[in-house]
């Protein structure tokens, strides 16, 4: 039976798939390194390559893809190589860039978002490869490199390359979800008056690490001004902080926003 077959080289395989996710966790692809990215996005390039699939970049290394099989339609696998950024290193029980197993887990930044998908995915392309089962649609792996952020290489590939017949991403977990809510990335600004008066003011409000957390930490500065006889200014600046506990959007239920 093809199931069984393909788990039998799964699991003869497991310890390639670990080491593999190693080497992958270990580079620190925050979404604005570029250069830690444009890594990221190599190795798995390279890791297709050894894996006997076509792979190269595109659009300047903005989006990788991997490809296998051939037919009039596409199935596309979206993934991406960055991740968010680490934030506060004494809250990690173990070092974010050096994956590390305890308990049958294995904990490093991007090993669930979305390095390990990316793992599973070439394996599990590469078990169906092995195994002479027939592709019956071409299968791309699109490899993005700004998905935490603001998405500039999916807006780049969707006006440049034609969108797969069919998709699914490995981002996530069961049950299979088929809609997302939207997500709004918005700046606010607000005038300020460049010689105001007596009174309290808030000059700088700060927290998290990026759009897509919850804040773990956020920072106020408010600086209080009181006039002089003399008709100049007192200041007296107080900066305040609150803390909660950081998490990735998609589970906000784990976060305390501070």
Same mark, same amino acid.
């Given at each position: ?25 270990? +580079?620190? *692809?925050? *979404? ?15 890791? @297709? ?17 991997? !490809?296998? @099989?051939?037919?009039? !339609? ?12 680490? @934030?506060?290193?004494? +809250?990690? =029980? ?24 990316? +793992? ?7 078990? &169906? ?7 019956? =649609?071409?299968?791309?792996? %699109?490899?993005? /490199? ?18 797969? #017949? ?12 088929? %809609?997302? =809510?939207?997500?709004?990335?918005? !700046?606010?600004?607000?005038?300020? #008056?460049?010689?105001?008066?007596? @009174? ?10 990026? /759009? ?10 408010? &600086?209080?001004?009181?006039?002089? *006889? ?7 600046? =107080? ?20």
């Amino acid at each position: 039976m093809d199931r069984q077959r393909l788990m039998k080289y799964l699991d003869d395989n497991q310890e390639r798939m670990i080491d593999d996710l190693y080497d992958f966790v270990r +580079i620190p *692809s925050v *979404s604005d390194d570029f250069v830690q990215v444009r890594r990221a996005l190599d190795f798995a390039l390279e890791l @297709g390559r050894k894996l006997g699939f076509k792979a190269e970049p595109v659009l300047g290394g903005q989006v990788g893809v991997i !490809e296998e @099989g051939e037919g009039p !339609e596409t199935l596309g696998i979206l993934s991406h190589v960055d991740v968010v950024p680490p @934030g506060d290193l004494t +809250i990690w =029980k173990t070092p974010p860039f050096e994956p590390t197993i305890q308990n049958d887990a294995l904990y490093g930044r991007g090993t669930l978002d979305d390095k390990g998908a990316i +793992i599973a995915s070439l394996y599990a392309m590469k078990a &169906v490869k092995e195994l002479g089962i027939p592709f019956k =649609k071409k299968v791309q792996l %699109i490899l993005g /490199t700004q998905e935490e952020v603001e998405w500039t290489d999916m807006q780049a590939y969707v006006q440049n390359f034609p969108l797969p #017949d069919y998709g699914f991403t490995p981002d996530g977990e069961f049950p299979i979800c088929n %809609i997302e =809510k939207g997500v709004m990335d918005v !700046e606010m600004l607000f005038p300020i #008056d460049e010689n105001p008066g007596e @009174g309290l003011f808030l000059t700088a409000i700060d927290g998290g690490t990026a /759009t897509n957390t919850v804040p773990g930490q956020c920072t106020a500065k408010l &600086v209080k001004r009181a006039k002089r *006889s003399d008709g100049s200014f007192e200041e007296e600046e =107080k900066v305040l902080t609150a803390a909660g506990t950081a998490a990735h959007s998609c589970q906000p239920e784990k976060g305390d926003n501070a």
